[in-house]
């Protein structure tokens, strides 16, 4: 398994914010798939959700997924529906650790709404809002960890998964890991 760290969760979970934070925390490269999708087609996801559809920007992430498949050691933030599809979360688990920054719907939501122009939130009811978290929940919930993000900012939130990523044994305890060495070369 590469040892990526892969967040994944709902619009609003603060993935791209966390992401960046955690990638430096960690001395690692952050990658983020919507960024991915958007370089290679040489335009924002509003316009490919308005010029292609959504069926359109799904094959787009699926070829994405593909290419995760040669990072090493990266912090990668996934676009909100990418892992719900199924055998997503599988795929991205043979990668690294994938973990799932839950929360507060009602938080969720309003966070989202408040940042950036999201097409699947265009024109929709907060219970069709709902729904769709709702179908998508049973994807997310199988990520090897969570961190529930509810009331933390995304400073915490990162010293969260750090925290649930050293209590996994997925990164070297930083006061353990200098006594392990010393202990490997003994
Ligand atoms: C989507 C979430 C977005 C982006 C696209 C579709 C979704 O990413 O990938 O607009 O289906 O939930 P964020 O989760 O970063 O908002």
Redesign the pocket.
Same mark, same amino acid.
Not at 9 to 13: I, L, N, R, Y
Not at 77 to 82: C, D, K, P, R
């Given at each position: 398994m590469s040892d990526n760290v892969i967040l994944v =969760?709902? #619009? =609003? /979970?603060g993935?791209?914010s966390v992401g960046h934070i955690l990638a430096r925390r960690l001395g690692r490269c952050f990658v &983020?798939?919507?960024d991915m *999708?958007t370089a290679r087609e040489g335009r924002p *996801?509003?316009e490919i959700?308005a010029d292609k559809g &959504?069926a359109h920007?799904r094959a787009l &992430?699926e070829e994405t997924l593909r290419l995760l498949a040669l990072k090493r050691g990266d912090v990668i /933030?996934?676009? =909100?529906? @990418?892992p719900?599809r199924d055998g997503r979360v599988e795929a991205l688990r043979t990668m690294g650790t994938v973990v799932w920054l839950s929360g507060d719907l009602a938080a969720l939501y309003e966070r /989202?709404l408040r940042s =950036?122009e999201?097409? #699947?939130l265009r024109g929709k009811t907060r219970e069709e809002v709902e729904a @769709?978290y709702k179908r998508?929940e049973p994807f997310y919930a199988k990520a090897d960890l969570s961190v529930d993000t509810t009331g933390l900012n995304p400073d915490r939130v990162a010293a969260e998964v750090v925290k649930a990523l050293q209590g996994r044994g997925r990164l070297p305890h930083p006061t353990l890991s200098h006594h392990g060495d010393q202990g490997a070369s003994s």
């Open positions: =969760g709902f #619009m =609003g /979970a993935k791209s &983020e798939t919507d *999708i *996801i509003p959700f &959504e920007f &992430e /933030a996934t676009g =909100g529906g @990418l719900c /989202a =950036g999201r097409p #699947m @769709l998508r």
